[in-house]
Nanobody, 121 residues
Framework: VQLQASGGGLVQAGDSLRLSCAAS????????MGWFRQAPGKEREFVAT????????YYADSVKGRFTISRDNANNAVYLQMNSLQPEDTAVYYC???????????????WGRGTQVTVSS
């Protein structure tokens, strides 16, 4: 199983970014997908999750209203649209696959390498 996150970069506060995660080696439509992030010196934290068919989504309070998770089962991809980015959003962002939507990383079976998002003030 491979999960490859991409789309990170250096942006200014208020800008937007769209992260992508390409999945292979699993039956993608059987899995809920999640995004997590880890800032320097902090533990990894939940950002958003989406159910297998895209109908169920959950967000961390810190990103609710600014970030949108979506998926494309035909192309085995999950996305994270991030708007109104703030310096506190600076982190390495990881995508992960789980059997059910969940905010705990313990529930996730597969993880990709992260993509760095840096937001300057």
């Amino acid at each position: 199983v491979q999960l490859q996150a991409s789309g990170g970069g250096l942006v200014q506060a208020g800008d937007s970014l769209r992260l992508s995660c390409a999945a292979s080696g699993l039956t993608f439509s059987n899995y809920a997908m999640g995004w997590f992030r880890q800032a320097p010196g902090k533990e990894r934290e939940f950002v958003a999750t989406i159910g297998w068919n895209g109908r169920v989504t959950y967000y961390a309070d810190s990103v609710k209203g600014r970030f949108t998770i979506s998926r494309d089962n035909a192309n085995n991809a999950v996305y994270l649209q991030m708007n109104s980015l703030q310096p506190e959003d600076t982190a390495v962002y990881y995508c992960a696959a789980a059997k059910v939507t969940h905010s705990s990383e313990i529930a996730y079976d597969y993880w990709g390498r992260g993509t760095q998002v840096t937001v300057s003030s």
